[in-house]
């Protein structure tokens, strides 16, 4: 198993989970979460006062997955929510090593 985390812009949410709903992904969990890439942030203006925003708000999805379907959820991620511009986002695929169902409390096998 994986777990892919996928951190996009915030309006690409709907667009994103209605692709991978397309693909059968069943479960998954959205946070907001601020950060920066290559573009650290910008510069705006409040009340005349210039400041420096450096950790911009995203949306991460996290989903767990079966090995087989990690490349088509990862294709489908990047081309829903690519918008060619910088700080579209980024995907980190991890091992994920057990999985427990809470209420059952058995072993996911995939």
Not at 14 to 22: D, F, H, N, Q, S
Not at 64 to 89: N, P, Q, W, Y
């Amino acid at each position: 198993m994986k777990m892919l985390k996928i951190i996009i812009r915030s309006e690409k949410l709907e667009e994103v989970k209605a692709a991978l709903a397309g693909l059968h992904v069943t479960g998954m969990t959205v946070s907001e979460v601020r950060g920066h890439g290559r573009q650290k942030g910008h510069k705006a203006i409040y009340r005349g006062m210039d400041y420096t925003v450096t950790l911009l708000p995203k949306t991460m999805i996290d989903v767990v997955l079966s090995d087989e379907m990690v490349d088509s959820v990862v294709e489908t991620a990047i081309k829903t929510a690519r918008t060619g511009a910088i700080g579209d986002g980024r995907v980190f695929v991890l091992p994920v090593e057990q999985g427990y169902n809470i209420r059952t409390g058995e072993r996911d096998t995939s």
